[in-house]
């Protein structure tokens, strides 16, 4: 006797998922950027399936959606959810940060895993004088709701920064932050310090390949065997761009006089397309990078100055956004495609269920 077609559609889903599971038990280390910046996403019910079929327990948002906080009530994926940069200057307002923490994380706890809160995203690389001047005070009285509430222990309060903070990069332990950024920087590290809170760095070897192919060695930035470079000073060897990079943060958070802060990876991706000018954008090069990147992290590789310190990122993204402004390249930085299937293969074994599944599972 044949099955209705709902349960023969849900059992073919059950039966995917599971094979899904099988392929991939262990739990990934890896965070995703889950961004939105387009009208061809699924709903996040379906995400929901898509990242549990992953193992990926971590996912970073740009701002606390209800719909996605609802839809991972009572799972283990721990969410970052932000605070843009249109809504900083008014966390001013002790009141109002209040009030959004009680709307966007208390309402969710403990439900919801929510653990940190981004409050604005390359502030201190932008052109928003007044917008530079307000994050630190908004991130204090975002914190101080967050004490008021009895949820500091258990929610982390932070900001996002762009790699252009550095003035100096190379080498890696002579890396500082630009005086017109330091300025900012210095009470913002000593709040970092008092609240064990993490630092933020958007890293992105792409950007330094694409700007100069020709003096950048390829298999430097996609993590491929290469010589490397040696610090001069400590003597230290770099086989890949991004942990120099964010050396070249702690070296720079060092001369600040803090060796007390974490620094976290809060995006680094590769695009899979881009303009005809944007050099190394392709679907090649951005299998190669995400895929030795996640072998790193499940190593739980540490950089070379701090080598027993797995480094904690996350990847930009889970999607391609076909909405983001700027050049091609920046709505081809997705993992998977819209439909669910991936941008290009790095060995991950995931499923987003088809509408019609995921209709019979509500039945």
């Avoid at 762009?162 to 990069?169: A, E």
């Amino acid at each position: 006797m044949a099955m209705p077609r709902p349960k023969l559609l849900f059992f073919s889903y059950v039966c995917v998922l599971l094979s899904c599971k099988f392929l991939q038990i262990k739990s990934l280390s890896v965070g995703i950027n889950y961004g939105q910046i387009a009208n061809n996403l699924p709903a996040p019910h379906r995400v929901k399936w898509l990242l549990q079929s992953l193992n990926i327990k971590r996912v970073k948002l740009y701002d606390a959606d209800p719909n996605v906080l609802t839809a991972f009530l009572n799972t283990e994926v721990e969410f970052i959810v932000g605070i843009g940069n249109e809504h900083v200057s008014s966390m001013v307002d002790p009141l109002k940060a209040q009030a959004w923490v009680q709307q966007h994380v208390q309402l969710y706890l403990p439900n919801t895993r929510i653990t940190c809160i981004t409050v604005g995203n390359e502030v201190y690389t932008g052109n928003d004088t007044a917008l530079k001047t307000n994050l630190l005070p908004a991130i204090q009285s975002v914190y101080q709701a967050l004490v008021a509430l009895g949820l500091d222990k258990q929610v982390n309060i932070t900001t996002a920064h762009s790699l252009d903070i550095l003035g100096s990069s190379y080498p890696p332990s002579a890396g500082s932050f630009k005086p017109d950024v330091a300025e900012y920087l210095q009470p913002l590290l000593n709040f970092h310090s008092i609240t064990k809170s993490p630092f933020l760095i958007n890293a992105y070897p792409y950007f330094a390949y694409k700007s100069n192919p020709g003096n950048v060695p390829l298999e430097y930035v996609l993590f491929q065997p290469n010589e490397g470079i040696t610090d001069p000073y400590t003597k230290l060897n770099y086989d890949n761009m991004l942990f120099a990079q964010l050396d070249s943060v702690y070296a720079a958070i060092q001369a600040m006089g803090h060796t007390d802060i974490e620094v976290k990876i809060s995006e680094t991706g590769w695009p899979s397309k881009g303009d005809p000018d944007e050099v190394g954008a392709n679907p090649q090069y951005a299998s190669i990078y995400n895929g030795n990147l996640l072998q790193r992290i499940e190593m739980k590789q540490g950089t070379p100055l701090r080598p027993y310190v797995p480094v904690d990122t996350y990847v930009f993204a889970l999607f391609n956004e076909d909405l983001k402004p700027g050049p091609a390249s920046e709505r081809n930085y997705g993992l998977f495609n819209p439909d669910g299937f991936p941008a290009y293969n790095i060995g991950l074994n995931g499923f987003l269920p088809p509408l019609t599944s995921y209709a019979a599972t509500m039945l």
